[in-house]
């Protein structure tokens, strides 16, 4: 007698990773504790939400974006969600079926599709963005997306006045001193590498291609006062394996790693690179000028395994920890030091301190290692001057994703501010939104407000006061 075999489940549609399936907007929500007077404004978090039953081969990146905003005014609170709609979720929605492959699995789509979306589908939904009074849904392998504030309309795709001559990261940086959007593009296609610098007005002021030997998957990077630090990984992107129907990115150690520095006012002939053995960073801290030398702080891991080919729970060190680079520009040296051995990501700071010294950082606890990474419970505030932290856990059951500083507008000290977070309860399949005071973790939060929907697991959103 045969025995059937039992389905594969896909780890990234169980439990929070599933999608929802409408459009709320609601309230004012249940709150429990007080929110505070002075957050007068809207947090807004992206995420991985397919519109459309998604192929066998789904991965958690190749869900279209989807906006959860919760606005907040007068100690009240509002909820919404909305989609990102792109074309190819539009062309998808018209058919009732996935049109397009995603990281593991990638298709060539037909001739009329090509025309109407394009190679790939931009999906927008990495992290939202607002500068110069545009809000930007991001995606690091296409143009931005642009939406509208007050009810979270798509616009559509846009290169940003013609500043873009490619992709655009989902991790720009704003200098807190200009207002100057910083940021790169990564392409798969030479030249494999941009920077570019937008003023406060959103006008471009720099653009300089960066030569590299390959086209890596490069996620994020740091900027300081006078430098833009560029982290060329082992994460390759294979062409030859996308067109043939494999995974895009593949792990090539052999080629190592190298961290680059480029004068903010320099080009590609200005990089100093600094060799070391293979690792993979997706998210930096900050970083900061210190005389000759570079800092770069970010959450380190010795490999891409983590969501990548493998269905295993990741090693310990496969997941990342805060990690510490010091790149002396007149020596040539690079010392490196591990901030913390417990596994992490997400990390956030104030933004006052973008690219400055900072002594507070802000990363997602992992109380547990899973077959999708990392099982997040809470967040460490990190006081990097004195080496000490301090652990906020949500609670038995609950799990969360970044937390975001939102600055007290009276304040005066760097960690004078709330955390902004999603949290979700396992046990009862709920969301709150949930409020910390970020000057004394130890404290049971400030608020929590009842949202009237699960929210489900995102990566990056921002704090945008009115």
């Known amino acids: 007698m045969s025995v059937e075999a039992e389905p594969t489940v896909n780890p990234w549609l169980e439990g929070n990773f599933a999608p929802v399936d409408d459009e709320l907007d609601t309230g004012p929500l249940p709150v429990t504790g007080e929110i505070p007077a002075a957050l007068t404004g809207e947090y807004l978090r992206n995420g991985f939400n397919p519109a459309v039953t998604p ?3 789904y991965h958690w990146f190749d869900g279209d974006g989807m906006i959860h905003g919760v606005r907040l005014g007068d100690g009240a609170a509002r909820y919404r969600n909305r989609w990102v709609q792109t074309k190819g979720l539009q062309a998808e929605r018209r058919e009732g079926r996935s049109l397009y492959g995603g990281m593991a699995e990638f298709t060539v789509p037909d001739a009329d599709l090509l025309a109407e979306v394009g190679m790939v589908k931009n999906l927008a939904n990495t992290n939202i963005i607002r500068h110069a009074d545009r809000l930007l849904a991001l ?3 296409g143009h931005p997306t642009e939406m509208v504030a007050d009810d979270l309309a798509t616009i559509g795709e ?8 490619g992709p655009m990261t989902a991790h720009p940086k704003t200098d807190p001193d200009t207002g ?3 940021f790169f593009g990564a392409s798969g296609f030479a030249p494999y590498l941009h920077y ?5 007005a959103g006008a471009l002021v720099r653009r300089e291609p960066v030569d590299l030997p390959r086209p890596v998957m490069m996620h994020d990077f740091v900027v300081t006062e006078r430098h833009a630090v560029f982290f060329d990984l082992p994460a390759v992107f294979d062409i030859e394996g996308m067109l043939a129907g494999g995974p895009i990115v593949r792990w090539a150690p052999e080629h190592g790693a190298r961290i680059g520095v480029m004068p903010r006012d320099g080009g590609s002939a200005d990089v100093r690179w600094f060799e070391l053995d293979p690792f993979y960073a997706f998210h930096f801290l900050n970083g900061w000028d210190d005389g000759d030398a570079v800092v770069v702080d970010g959450c380190r891991a010795d490999d891409l395994v983590v969501g990548f080919g493998e269905d295993r729970v990741p090693a310990a060190g496969e997941f990342p920890h805060l990690h510490r680079w010091r790149l002396d520009l007149g020596t040539g040296a690079v010392t490196e030091e591990a901030l913390d051995d417990r596994s992490g990501d997400f990390p956030r700071i104030n933004d006052d301190h973008a690219g400055r010294r900072n002594r507070y950082g802000y990363v997602a606890h992992a109380g547990a290692l899973t077959r999708t990474g990392g099982r ?11 080496g000490t932290s301090t652990v906020h856990r949500y609670g038995d059951h609950h799990v969360c994703g970044e937390a975001v500083f939102a600055p007290d507008p009276d304040g005066h000290a760097e960690d004078d501010g709330w955390l902004l977070n999603f949290v979700y309860d396992a046990e009862a399949d709920t969301s709150e939104f949930v409020i910390l005071d970020a000057r004394d973790l130890t404290a049971d939060p400030v608020a929590r407000v009842h949202l009237p929907r699960r929210v489900p697991f ?8 009115d």
């Not at 570019?196 to 406060?200: G, V």
């Not at 995102?458 to 006061?465: A, I, K, Q, R, S």
């Open 158 to 165: 846009t290169d940003l006045g013609g500043a873009l001559v």
């Open 458 to 465: 995102g990566p990056h959103g921002n704090w945008l006061p």
């Open 180 to 182: 100057a959007l910083c």
């Open 196 to 200: 570019y610098e937008l003023d406060a």
């Open 139 to 141: 995606w690091e392998a």
């Open 55 to 57: 192929r066998p081969s």
């Open 376 to 386: 997040f419970d809470g967040v460490v505030k990190h006081d990097l001057d004195a």
